[in-house]
């Protein structure tokens, strides 16, 4: 299929290098030039606007930051006059109420949520997941994107904001399970604990959620050198303590994970990933600029 990936941070370039990989055609943009060289250099086209990265595209994937990115990004692509032909899926985490409103201004409302869960890594080796959320219809025209990107997709029926309520639920099981993980892990280590023996129980032990333990040791030993960075990790619990809110919901503890993250980004690792939450019990020094 032509596809255009518009958003150059880890995710959109994963899956650029993903789709390449699979023999698609793929145009990028990016609102700041100079990200894509990696999928460039792979075989994919980089424009100057959204609406050349979109120009006959049977699919437009939106992979950004956050809820504003995704509204001026489809803004853009509304006034600019995309092609009603085309299907437009927003893999980035934003609020339920927003991925309606992308729905609702899309042309033709030809539009799918689908928020990804697993690492860019894991899309470029095809075993993440996605959750789809929109008009069968137009998810079905995706098939050959989903399948190509993705081991598992969960269709979560045609409300596009109920893939994004499942996908901040996951995220803050996973921020919550993190920040908790890295209170026992600094606990033990002051302790005295052998690293290896405490490495081994927490990895074994069944109170550990699995989706943690591809962070272990990085939370035991590591530089917090992966791709969900600290602000990400805030913003993802906020939302869903927003979410609760609209629901008439107060989340007393998802406003203090979400404010773990928050120090953690304000103590020198707003660039690391979130198993850097850590650094919080232990008080290292600030990573090197």
Same mark, same amino acid.
């Given at each position: 299929?032509?596809?255009?990936?518009?958003? /150059?941070?880890?995710?959109?370039?994963? /899956?650029? &290098?993903?789709?390449?990989?699979?023999?698609?055609?793929?145009?990028? #943009?990016?609102?700041?030039?100079?990200?894509?060289?990696?999928?460039?250099?792979?075989?994919?086209?980089?424009?100057? @606007?959204? +609406?050349?990265?979109?120009?006959?595209?049977?699919? *437009?994937?939106?992979?950004?930051?956050?809820?504003?990115?995704?509204?001026?990004? /489809?803004?853009?692509?509304? @006034?600019?006059? &995309?092609?009603?032909?085309?299907?437009?899926?927003?893999?980035?985490?934003? =609020?339920?109420?927003? =991925?309606?409103?992308?729905?609702?201004?899309?042309?033709?409302?030809?539009? *799918?949520?689908?928020?990804?869960?697993?690492?860019?890594?894991?899309?470029?080796?095809? &075993?993440?997941?996605?959750?789809?959320?929109?008009?069968?219809?137009?998810?079905?025209?995706?098939?050959?994107? #989903?399948?190509?990107?993705?081991? *598992?997709?969960?269709?979560?029926?045609?409300?596009?904001?109920?893939?994004?309520?499942?996908?901040?639920? =996951?995220?803050? +099981? %996973? /921020?919550?399970?993190?920040?908790?993980?890295?209170?026992?892990?600094?606990?033990? &280590?002051?302790?005295?604990?052998?690293?290896?023996?405490?490495?081994?129980?927490? =990895?074994?032990?069944?109170?550990?959620?699995?989706?943690?333990?591809?962070?272990?040791?990085?939370?035991?030993?590591?530089?917090?050198?992966?791709?969900?960075?600290?602000?990400?990790?805030?913003?993802?619990?906020?939302?869903?303590?927003?979410?609760?809110?609209?629901?008439?919901?107060? %989340?007393?503890?998802?406003?203090?994970?979400?404010?773990?993250?928050?120090?953690?980004?304000?103590?020198?690792?707003?660039?690391?990933?979130?198993?850097?939450?850590?650094? +919080?019990?232990?008080?290292?020094?600030?990573?090197?600029?």
């Amino acid at each position: 299929m032509r596809v255009a990936v518009l958003g /150059m941070g880890r995710m959109g370039r994963a /899956m650029a &290098q993903r789709l390449l990989a699979r023999g698609h055609t793929v145009r990028v #943009w990016n609102r700041t030039p100079g990200r894509a060289a990696e999928v460039v250099d792979a075989g994919a086209t980089e424009v100057h @606007s959204p +609406l050349d990265a979109a120009l006959d595209a049977e699919a *437009v994937l939106l992979s950004l930051a956050d809820d504003r990115a995704s509204r001026d990004v /489809m803004g853009r692509l509304v @006034s600019l006059g &995309q092609d009603e032909a085309t299907v437009i899926a927003d893999t980035s985490t934003v =609020s339920p109420s927003t =991925s309606r409103e992308l729905r609702d201004i899309a042309p033709g409302r030809r539009f *799918v949520a689908a928020p990804v869960i697993g690492a860019p890594q894991a899309v470029v080796e095809g &075993q993440a997941t996605v959750l789809i959320g929109g008009e069968r219809e137009y998810a079905r025209d995706l098939d050959p994107v #989903w399948c190509d990107l993705f081991a *598992v997709q969960h269709y979560c029926g045609e409300d596009p904001g109920g893939a994004l309520t499942f996908k901040l639920l =996951s995220n803050y +099981l %996973l /921020m919550a399970g993190l920040a908790v993980l890295g209170e026992v892990v600094a606990t033990g &280590q002051a302790a005295g604990l052998d690293q290896e023996r405490l490495r081994d129980f927490l =990895s074994r032990w069944p109170t550990v959620a699995p989706a943690l333990h591809n962070r272990l040791d990085d939370v035991l030993d590591g530089d917090h050198k992966g791709w969900f960075t600290t602000p990400l990790g805030a913003k993802d619990v906020r939302l869903a303590v927003e979410l609760g809110e609209s629901l008439g919901l107060e %989340l007393p503890v998802a406003r203090l994970v979400e404010r773990r993250y928050e120090e953690a980004a304000e103590n020198g690792w707003a660039d690391r990933d979130i198993a850097a939450v850590v650094e +919080l019990v232990r008080r290292r020094p600030e990573p090197p600029r």
